[in-house]
């Protein structure tokens, strides 16, 4: 390409004065991923949903599964995931007594 033929427009920073026109008045956008991340946050935050029991904010296709197995009057835990919190308590005390937060003969 010859010297001059692309545009670059770095996007870091201080962002609030930045506009659309920015963007398209030039070639190639620079950024870096927490940038990337953060603006795709803000996107999917407008569409998450709160949840009628809890208060939580889900996105649309998580809150069918939270309030089936998770959250409110009709929630219904599989063996598996009570299973799978039995687990996570033992492995837990486990690590306390490793640690020497709480001793084996405590309660």
């Known amino acids: 390409t010859k010297e001059g033929s692309l545009t670059a427009f770095i996007y870091y920073g201080d962002r ?3 506009t659309r026109e920015d963007f398209y008045s030039h070639d190639v956008v620079l950024t870096t991923y927490p940038v990337v991340e953060i ?8 569409l998450k949903v709160k949840c ?13 599964v939270h309030q089936r197995y998770f ?3 009709d929630a219904v835990k599989t063996e598996r995931l009570l299973k799978r ?4 308590k033992e492995t837990n005390e486990k690590a306390m007594q ?10």
């Open 85 to 88: 919190e039995k687990k996570q």
């Open 52 to 64: 009628e029991y809890c208060g939580k904010m889900l996105l649309p296709r998580t809150l069918y």
């Open 16 to 18: 609030s004065e930045v």
């Open 39 to 46: 603006e795709y946050r803000k996107v999917v935050d407008t």
């Open 71 to 73: 959250c409110g009057p």
């Open 98 to 107: 490793t640690l020497r937060i709480k001793s084996k003969y405590e309660e």
